[in-house]
C-alpha cells in the first residue's frame, strides 16, 4: 500500500497518542492474564500497512516508515498489548532511497527471517519489491542485493510484497504493479520464490485486475490465505486516504487461479468512527482462531495533513464454504484473542 507521513512531526503526534478506549500500546508483563476482552484499537499510534508474524510465543508486526524508522517494529504476547521497539531495518540497500520504505511483511525461513518491502529505487524513481534477511524477527534486516527483487518499471513499479507458503511447501510472492502511479491498470501477482525465499522462479502470475466500481483506480495489499481446499485471495481497494478504502477479496479451486471477486465485496468498509480500513494481514492466536489485522484512519481525519494517522485495529475473521465474514470493523468490546 502507500505512503509514509511525510510530515514527522505530526507521525510523532500520532505516536504520542494512546487512546482510553484502545488495547493500548504496552506490552503485557510476564506473568499477566491474557485479557478476557478488548477493544479496537489494540495500538493506538501510527502503524500503516501492519504485516504480523508469530515465533514462538511472540507476535512481531512491522510497518511502513514513520517516525524516522524504517520499517517500526513491535512485539506482543496476546496481540492486543503492543510495544513499538524500534527500526527492524536502520540500513537501507544501496539501490534504495530512504522516505518511502512501505508495507514489511516477514516470513520465516528455517533459522532465517526473511523481510520483503518497498522502497524507491534510486536508479528510475520508483517504488520496487526488495528482500532482507536477518538471524531475528527484531532484526536487524539487511539487503546486500544491489537491486531490487521486483521492479515492473513498465507497469509503475512494483509494491507491496506478500509472501505465502503453499501446503505442499512451495513459497511464493504476491504483490501489486503500481500503476495507479501513472494512469495505469493495477493487478495483483504471485511467482514462485526459490526455497531460500530470495529469488524468484518459473513465472509470474496476474491474479486479478481493478474493474469493479468500489475498487476506484487501485487494488493492492494482497494477501492469500488458503483454507478448506479454498484459496482466498483478499485485498484492498480504492483511495487510501479516504473513507472509501475498503477490503474485498476472490477465490479460486488452484493457487495460481483463475481467481473470482466475491459478489459480496467489500467486506470490510468504513463505520461509524472507524474510516479506511485496510491494508490486511491474517493471522492465527494460541487456539487457531483466525483474525484480520488491519489499519484504520479515525473519522475526519483520513489524511497525515489533517492530524490523522492509521492505527493497528484486529477483528475475527472466518473463512468457510468460499466466503470471507469479517466481524468490524468495531469499537465495542469483544473476546480476546488466546495467546
Sequence with gaps: MRRSPLLLGLTVLGFAAPSLAGGGSTAAQPGTPAPATFRNPV???NFPDPGI?????TYHAYSTNSAGA????????DLVHWEVKGDAMPALPRWARGGRTWAPEVAQIGKTFVLYFTAQDAASGRQCIGAATAASPAGPFMDTSGKPLVCQLGEGGSIDASPFQDSDGTRYLLWKNDGNCCNQATNLYLQPLSADGLKLTGKASALIQNFALWEGNVIEAPTLHRAGGVYYLLYSAGPYDSD????GYATAPRVTGPYKKAPD???LVSRGQVAGPGHQTVVS???GRTWLAYHAWTAGRTSDAAGGYRSLRLD???FVGGRVSVAGPSLAPQRAPKP
Design 43 to 45: 495500538l493506538d499510534e
Design 53 to 57: 508474524l508469530r515465533v514462538g510465543s
Design 70 to 77: 524504517n520499517v517500526p517494529h513491535a512485539v506482543s504476547r
Design 244 to 247: 472509501l478504502y475498503a477490503v
Design 265 to 267: 465485496n467489500p467486506v
Design 285 to 287: 492466536d494460541g487456539a
Design 316 to 318: 475475527p475473521v472466518n
